[in-house]
């Protein structure tokens, strides 16, 4: 009885979104809808710089880590959507693609302790006792409040694949362009013997996805040659190359009592901690120099203490990045994993037009942070991390393939295969 009552409470949760005027685009994205939860992460269980995907039917688990700054606890509840290859509900019934209750709290959550900031941290690990998920293919990880189920508090996206088509890839400079030094070329050749599938070329459908972003992923790509099992990807064709950007800014606010690099001032102001990096350098047209990043991820950590979760304290960041003057047509944001790659009103800088630079204020839980700039042109769906920021041949990036399967009598796009790969030590040129 539980189990029909809360599929049906999923239904009609699904149906009032656009009572709540979110998008598929949105609602089925890594997104966040409410402005007290903060640094929200999903990796893999063990190392918490992975990527969220993890293999079918295997021991893999992934970790869902999430702050609600308030000085009372919300009793959360969490769900799970299928979705096609691009992103959008797909036709699998609910019980085909999970076995257990749809619908569970999230009982691992407890209060800071002796922070500037109180808030509540919440822990989830799936598949669980509660639930397992059936199926390969792109899924949406939703959590809600209990009392308010037709409103989505977080949205997240995570891959399970089914590892059954080997994947090798190779990257280099690219052949097919006249800007060779700013760019990257992927190849991949998809070998699938182990599965049968009468019409390679037509149902299989791979994608490239650098550093992890959706932003700016090549979605789609069908191969340029098939046969004996094989599907290459190579340089005839454009839509495997990708801008190479620039290693990522960084800064490290582990600690509050001293200041690290690229950190000009830690201010205490009641009540909160306020840290102010060095002006950022325009890099654009500087030469490519080296250094080990997150590839745009951050870090959860605290100096003297072995509970992060809870003992690292919320911040206030302060990024300044000197500019003679205004960008017209566009907006200038801090961006990278800091905010689930989203471009909005928490990390759009201002123009002061009386210090001849951009700013912007974001509250960050203590820790390693990677980030870069990016310009928005109006009207446009995903920036560029160009300006200011240069885009070399030569930077470390990673690279994820996934490729996606639909057969013909099947409802859903099943994900068979996923491979991922670093330029540092497999870049040619």
Known sequence: MRILFITLFLGSFLSLQGQQDYPDSVLYSNHIYNDKIKTVQLYKDGWNLSYPIMKLNSDDRLILHFDLLDDHSVTYYYTFIHCDKDWNKSDVFQGDYLDGYPENPIEDYEASFNTTVNYFHYKLSFPNDMVKLKLSG???????????????????????????????????????????NSFQQIDFIVNYSGIDINDPYRNIYSYILQNGRWGNAQKNMKPDFTGNNELKYNSLSDRNIFRGGNEFRYFDTKSIKYKSEYISRIDYAAPSYNVFLKPSEDREFKPYFYWKDFNGKYFIA???????????????????????????????????????????????MIYNSERGEYECTMLLKQGWYNYEYVFLEDGASDATATMFEGSHYETENDYIVLVYYRNPRDRYDRVIGSAIANTLNNLTY
């Open 138 to 180: 792109n899924y949406v990880l939703m959590v809600y409040q209990a009392d308010r189920p037709e409103e989505p508090a977080i949205t997240q996206r995570f891959i399970i694949t089914e590892d059954a088509a080997k994947i090798d890839i190779s990257m280099h400079r690219p052949l097919m362009t006249k800007d060779d």
């Open 302 to 348: 605290i100096e003297d203490r072995e509970n992060y979760d809870t003992d690292a304290d919320y911040i206030y960041v302060y990024f300044t990045l000197p500019s003679k003057q205004m960008i017209a047509g566009g907006d200038m944001y801090v961006s990278g994993n800091l905010n689930n790659w989203s471009l909005d009103k928490t990390n759009r």
